[in-house]
């Protein structure tokens, strides 16, 4: 889905991007990514790959209980909660 991302060209140009394995998911896919972006682009994707075990969470998943006023405590890391938390990420207001 990296095609439909708000300004990914520039994104792709501002920061590393690092891809996570999931579910039903292989690093063969970035095949489909030719045409779209240059090869070197492809090469970033593929050389910062990452093969991990799923994680039984999705970003969805903790996006919709933020907006909800719920915990997500135990879904990301300490940190990374504080950082929501802290910045007001995903909620409503």
Do not use: Q
């Amino acid at each position: 889905e990296l095609p439909t991302w708000k300004d990914i060209k520039e994104l792709l140009t501002l920061c590393t991007f690092v891809t996570v394995s999931r579910p039903g998911w292989s690093k063969t896919e970035f095949d489909a990514l030719c045409g779209i972006f240059s090869d070197g682009v492809i090469d970033d994707l593929k050389n910062h790959f990452i093969a991990m075990d799923p994680v039984p969470v999705s970003s969805t998943e903790i996006r919709d209980k933020i907006a909800r006023g719920r915990s997500i405590t135990g879904l990301v890391p300490e940190a990374g909660e504080k950082y929501i938390d802290e910045h007001g990420l995903y909620t409503n207001g």
